[in-house]
């Protein structure tokens, strides 16, 4: 199976910043987009940002200049630096993966990680 790793979260006061790691492992032949997706208390999961296999990325209108998102293909991983961290980016963030296994190349995945909490306080 495929797997994500998530790491990074945390506490952290109004305009200081984290930076989150996202790991996939497991029965993969190519992986093509990776995000970051963040899910505030009451409300539905949103895009973050998102990156292309050749680094092309996608932002959400919420992250507003602040995030910046990366990608090191060969292991699999992202990261998201989050800059000028405010309350209102209080959420779950998950990572999402999207490729083919190994196992079968015309397979396609889609797989989520566990999420990782990131708290902003006032």
């Known amino acids: 199976q495929v797997q994500l790793v998530e790491s990074g979260g945390g506490l952290v006061q109004s305009g200081g910043s984290l930076r989150l790691s996202c790991a996939a492992s497991?029965?993969?032949?190519?992986?093509?987009?990776m995000g970051w997706y963040y899910q505030a208390p009451g409300k539905l999961r949103e895009l973050v940002a998102s990156i292309r296999r050749d680094g092309s990325a996608n932002y959400g209108d919420s992250v507003k200049g602040r995030f910046t998102i990366s990608r090191d293909n060969a292991k699999n991983t992202i990261y998201l630096q989050m800059n000028n961290l405010e309350p209102e980016d209080t959420a779950v963030y998950y990572c999402?993966?999207?490729?083919?296994?190994?196992?079968?190349?015309?397979?396609?995945?889609?797989?989520w990680g566990q999420g990782t909490l990131v708290t902003v306080s006032s």
């Open positions: 497991g029965d993969i032949y190519n992986v093509y987009t």
């Open positions: 999402n993966a999207e490729g083919s296994r190994m196992s079968d190349l015309g397979r396609f995945f889609e797989v």
